[in-house]
């Protein structure tokens, strides 16, 4: 199965609280899904895949030691996968903290704030072959 968006553009939920990008806050108990999900991408502009994300936050937020992971990491990752897992357009920060998410040709994602002119561009269908999709609501509509 392909996990993976190319050439796409994820634009803020359409009734996304924030008015511009901001950090996802820490929780009591840590970092946040949001707030993993955060710091891996804003350190590391078009590095990771949505596959390579969604693995990681699961892998940090879930706390696996780094020696779990070097003896049955395959194992975890394909484990991980089997489970239905939802797509970045339904992660946190599109749909409450002001982030679009840009995929790259090679399906490498980065952040992009809802306030930037990189932003309007995207989200206007200016950039030819990148094909714009709405994150999820926060809610049903009525």
Known sequence: ???????????????????????????????????????LISSHPYEYTQEDILYEV??????????ELEERGTQI????????????RASMLPKKFGWGLHFDTEGKVALVPMESDLYREFAGGEREGVKVLAAMRNARKK
């Open 58 to 67: 699961h892998v940090r937020h879930k706390g696996i030691p780094q020696e």
């Open 77 to 88: 990752r394909d484990e991980f996968f089997q489970k239905p897992t939802a797509c970045m």
């Open 1 to 39: 199965m392909e996990w993976n968006y190319y050439n796409t553009f994820i634009t803020v939920a359409p009734d996304c609280p924030a008015t511009k990008g901001t950090v996802p806050p820490d929780k009591k108990s840590g970092k946040s899904k949001a707030g993993i999900e955060f710091e």
